[in-house]
Antibody
Framework: EVQLVQSGAEVKKPGESLKISCKGS????????IGWVRQMPGKGLEWMGI????????RYSPSFQGQVTISADKSISTAYLQWSSLKASDTAMYYC???????????WGQGTLVTVSS | EIVLTQSPATLSLSPGERATLSCRAS??????LAWYQQKPGQAPRLLIY???NRATGIPARFSGSGSGTDFTLTISSLEPEDFAVYYC?????????FGQGTKLEIK
């Protein structure tokens, strides 16, 4: 069974750094893209970027390029989303998601709530 | 970047009625369009991929159509559990993008 398990909720202050994780299991981690989606409170879904763990090919939305870093560690089947300096506007739920062979996001993590507040 | 525009923003219907949701792309996405359903407090769930293919376990009352720039999600007869927010998403070009969502509410 394919599973994506995300790290727990975080409460941070503006300016702090953060790295959240998404561990894949039940499939070949290096064979499928894995992406990140932001959902701000009460708002819609925003596609942030995606990584192919097999060769670390990474694509970003222009809206998020330079604001976050997406990475993956093949050895532990885990993808990451990180910030070097958080802002209050980064407060949101973040989902990781993996396409199936159909190409669309069939598998989703449970979400990681990030709260940034002074 | 391809912009997806969904309409209407909110759709108020009663159980048993037919729902028709629209997604328009700013340029052709061929058939690389998916539909997702999201309920409060839950992750999105894939309903339709490649414009017209139902994902595994999705009831037959959900159907998708369209190609190029105009797409439709139809729910033939609404069940109480269908009231949720629906998003379209394209994977034709990087960056992949989502529409802003249509909220389907009980009338």
């Amino acid at each position: 069974e394919v599973q994506l398990v995300q790290s727990g909720a975080e409460v941070k202050k503006p300016g702090e750094s953060l790295k959240i994780s998404c561990k894949g299991s039940g499939y070949s981690f290096t064979s499928y893209w894995i992406g990140w989606v932001r959902q701000m409170p009460g708002k819609g879904l925003e596609w942030m970027g995606i990584i192919y763990p097999g060769d670390s090919d990474t694509r970003y939305s222009p809206s998020f390029q330079g604001q976050v870093t997406i990475s993956a560690d093949k050895s532990i089947s885990t993808a990451y989303l990180q910030w070097s300096s958080l802002k209050a506007s980064d407060t949101a739920m973040y989902y990781c998601a993996r396409p199936s062979d159909s190409g669309s996001y069939s598998y989703w993590g449970q979400g990681t709530l990030v709260t940034v507040s002074s | 970047e391809i912009v997806l525009t969904q309409s209407p923003a909110t759709l108020s219907l009663s159980p048993g009625e037919r729902a028709t949701l629209s997604c328009r792309a700013s340029q052709s996405v061929s058939s690389y369009l998916a539909w997702y359903q999201q309920k409060p407090g839950q992750a999105p769930r894939l309903l339709i991929y490649d414009a017209s293919n139902r994902a595994t376990g999705i009831p037959a009352r959900f159907s998708g159509s369209g190609s190029g720039t105009d797409f439709t999600l139809t729910i033939s007869s609404l069940e109480p559990e269908d009231f949720a927010v629906y998003y379209c998403q394209q994977r034709s070009n990087w960056p992949w993008t989502f529409g802003q969502g249509t909220k389907l509410e009980i009338k």
